[in-house]
């Protein structure tokens, strides 16, 4: 590299950047080769960046962009440190100007393409170029006007019981694994060893005496009566596996449902907190300037 790191040399090397491919490239391969000093790096940038003019601003957005994407393989300290900055970087662009709204428009779907910083930091600087239609309501308002919504959407079908308790739903769940007849293998070799005249009757010629015959007889009644009872015990697990699922069902109904309504919660409030941000930094940048 032509010169060592330091913030007076960086600084000098932003002010001399332009926009051809050239400069950027040039500037990031340095900024990527002393990442160690991103942090500080970034500060100097960031400096810059807010004291500079619209044509600067894009200038330095551009040289962002590439020193975020390119010093992936060398490490994560830029990315990481962009993404600390990125959301006030963008409060700062002048987006009413139509060719900075481009630029940073087409910087961003370049970083959704290419997953570049986290899909929840792409999600508010892509807010911040597209506001939504409430966009100048108070945060207050975007509450009320995002519970509305919630409270109005379509319910999907509910099962055909109420959820049980957590621990009830645990307790039946451990009853299914103990002591059932279709894991009673003694049972189930007792009822299915029946004498082949049973269940054939061609066999049925080979007896010749009245003793064989009511041995037979006997032996097929009392196998005929542990069939029966096996046969009831299967049908009481099969009936109590039946409810048990329509629990789950129900359980998991219940679930999704309050996951659904913490995530839409949950993005009320970070959409409200996201607008009071705003109103503040605008506030703060009135005051300063």
């Known amino acids: 590299m032509s010169s060592h790191f330091s913030t007076s040399a960086l600084a000098k090397k932003l002010r001399d950047l332009t926009t051809s491919q050239q400069s950027v490239q040039g500037l990031s391969n340095w ?6 000093h991103a942090k500080v790096a970034l500060e100097v ?4 960046f807010n004291k500079g003019s619209n044509e600067r601003k894009v200038t330095l957005l551009y040289l962002a962009n ?4 390119n010093s992936k393989r060398k490490g994560p300290e830029y990315r990481r440190e962009f993404s600390l900055i990125m959301a006030d970087v963008f ?14 428009t087409r910087i961003l779907s370049v970083w959704e393409e290419r997953n570049v910083f986290s899909a929840e930091l792409r999600q508010m600087l892509r ?22 919504k919630l409270d109005m959407s379509p ?23 103990k002591d059932q007849p279709s894991q009673d293998i003694k049972t189930h070799q007792h009822v299915t060893s029946f004498p082949p005249e049973v ?75 996201a ?15």
Do not use: C
């Not at 940038?45 to 810059?48: F, L, N």
């Open 45 to 48: 940038w960031q400096k810059e």
């Open 66 to 69: 590439d020193v975020a994407q």
């Open 127 to 148: 807010n911040m170029i597209e506001p939504s239609p409430h966009a100048n309501s108070s945060p207050v308002d975007e509450v009320a006007n995002k519970r509305f």
């Open 199 to 273: 269940y054939n009757v061609s066999l049925l010629t080979s007896i010749k005496d009245k003793a064989s015959m009511e041995r037979l007889s006997n032996q097929v009644e009392s196998t005929g009566k542990a069939l029966a009872e096996y046969v009831s015990r299967l049908d009481k697990e099969l009936h109590e596996r039946k409810e048990v699922q329509e629990l789950l069902e129900a359980f998991t109904y219940q679930q999704k449902q309050q996951l659904k309504t913490t995530k839409n919660n949950l993005e009320v409030l970070r959409h409200g907190w």
């Open 155 to 177: 319910p999907t079908t509910p099962p055909k019981r109420p959820a049980p308790e957590a621990s009830d739903l645990m307790r039946r769940l451990l009853t299914l694994q």
């Open 91 to 104: 409060k700062v662009l002048d987006l009413a100007d139509a060719s900075i709204k481009r630029t940073a």
């Open 31 to 36: 900024l990527i080769h002393y990442r160690k």
């Open 275 to 289: 607008n009071i941000t705003s109103h503040a930094i605008h506030r703060n940048t009135a005051v300063n300037y």
